[in-house]
């Protein structure tokens, strides 16, 4: 009985059209579902690596600190001497503000350089390294406390104070 | 009944039907797509988060260790010598944890000048305490700086502490003689000199001299020259020498008498010429001095003829105690109290 509907199956000419259509739409839904799927994990891993490079930035820029060890000022400038006492390498100093209760300059900042007075060539401190610049194109009045801001590559600000 | 039979129904028509099977295919593969993405976004941003927080746990412990760290800087002491600034200090580390000192900065506030030592590396466990005196002191060169300046200093850690001196100390008993006076000898600068035959009394070998502590005089006249600092603290008053100074030498004899010779300060020019005449020596504060020994005879009237040095001669070969016994005033006039200092700790060797 089964045998002789599974010969009537195979070999009616009933409904091929049907199933034909079937099988086309279903390879073709399969087809697009794995382009979608590829397309989707495209995004999910671009936006993953996005993703990690930000918390990666966050990280790097926590693990930052620069430490002021003299600020002085004369008639040629401001020196400020620092030490990167973080726990990261290629700590730059982007940008550094001079500022008092009433206004803020960027000055003009020479290139970073070593204690010795040689230019540092990476223009970076690496850790427990040690350097300094010269701000020049300022105008401070002696006896005056001013503060000097510095913004590293990363993003961390470090702020200290000294007197004209 | 009925219920079951459209129940029945349907679900055959559901499953006999073709209509709408490749959209469920469809859905099924767009709901395992969806939970494989979120499931691998959330994952990932899990495990961000985590770097973070370590991270931030990790800032917090150096945090933490940096107000923890605890050196401290006494009994600071300044000398001057030429255009180099030497800082004499205790640290002792009294927290718990371990430092690392990587610079001193010296400021001299009377020049508005300034100047650095680096790097240091003094490496120091918790509760270690590190003398920097004597030639372990740490200098600073700052031109024209003078032992009247007003000094200032500081350290700087590898974690980023600035450590300032907590007490300028006056004497420490390493720099001076058994801390039994105002000044130290520099037992390292002791040297002695071949006194010339005949006028202008000239000393050799000129500039350096012999090592004092062991002589060869090849029976000729010999001088001395020790260093002397002041250290006067806190006034930091000048001392000065008048001719009444002395360095002497007892030689023990073969014999029931003992030998002494007496030599008296004299003045000295930078060719290494004895003066004829005398003119007080002053000490400064904490600036070391060259002060040379030449005389048989007391030079508050100069040279007065006679013997002018003292004999070598009658000396047995051998061991000798030195005392420079140091007569003058201290202070500034007006006002400029006698003082006397004796320095017994240092010994000789007569060769011939």
Known sequence: MDSRKMRRLLHGRRAVSAVISNVILMGAVIAVSFVVLVWARNQSSAYNNQYGNAVSADISSLQERLTFEYVFHNRTGVYVYLMNSGTVNNVTVKTVYIENATWTVIPTKSNLKHFNGTNIADQDLDTTEQGYFVLSSLTLKAGTSYSVLIITGRGSSFENTFVA | ?352
Request: glycine residues 10%; aromatic residues 10%; without cysteine.
């Open chain 2, 1 to 352: 009944m009925k219920t079951l039979l459209w129940l029945r129904k349907s679900v055959e028509k559901l499953v006999g039907s073709s209509k709408g099977f490749s959209s469920v295919v469809g859905t099924v593969f767009m709901v395992l797509v969806v939970m494989l993405l979120s499931t691998g976004v959330f994952l990932w941003t899990l495990s961000q988060n985590t770097l973070y927080n370590q991270a931030v746990m990790q800032k917090n412990q150096t945090e933490l260790d940096r107000l923890n760290e605890k050196v401290t800087a006494s009994n600071v002491n300044y000398t001057v010598a030429g255009n180099l600034v030497s800082v004499q200090v205790a640290l002792q580390n009294q927290g718990p944890l371990s430092a690392q000192i990587v610079s001193l900065w010296v400021i001299d506030a009377t020049l508005n000048k300034y100047n650095f030592s680096s790097p240091l590396n003094i490496n120091m466990k918790p509760g270690n305490t590190t003398t920097l005196t004597g030639a372990n002191a740490i200098k600073v060169k700052i031109i024209g700086a003078l032992w009247s300046d007003q000094l200032s200093s500081w350290f700087v850690t590898a974690r980023g502490n600035v450590v300032p001196p907590q007490s300028v100390g006056g004497l420490t008993v390493a720099q001076v003689s058994a801390g039994i006076g105002s000044v130290s000898m520099d037992f390292s600068s002791f040297f002695y000199y071949n006194v010339s035959i005949t006028a202008p009394w000239a000393l050799s070998p000129w500039l350096n001299g012999g090592n004092g502590y062991n002589i060869n005089s090849k029976g000729g006249d010999v001088a001395f020259k020790v260093r002397l600092t002041n250290f006067d603290y806190p006034q930091k008053r000048d001392i000065t020498l008048s001719s009444h100074s002395i360095f002497w030498a007892l030689f023990p004899s073969g014999g029931t008498q003992q030998r002494g010779a007496p030599w008296f300060i004299v003045n000295v020019n930078n060719s290494g010429i004895i003066a004829n005449t005398f003119k007080n020596v002053t000490l400064p504060y904490g600036a070391p001095t060259d002060i040379f020994f030449a005389s048989a005879n007391d030079m508050s009237a100069g040279f007065t003829g006679g013997q002018k040095f003292p004999s070598m001669g009658g000396v047995i070969p051998g061991a000798a105690l030195v005392t420079i016994a140091l007569i003058g005033q201290i202070g500034t006039p007006p006002g400029t109290p006698p003082y006397g200092q004796n320095l017994p700790f240092a010994a000789i060797y007569v060769n011939s």
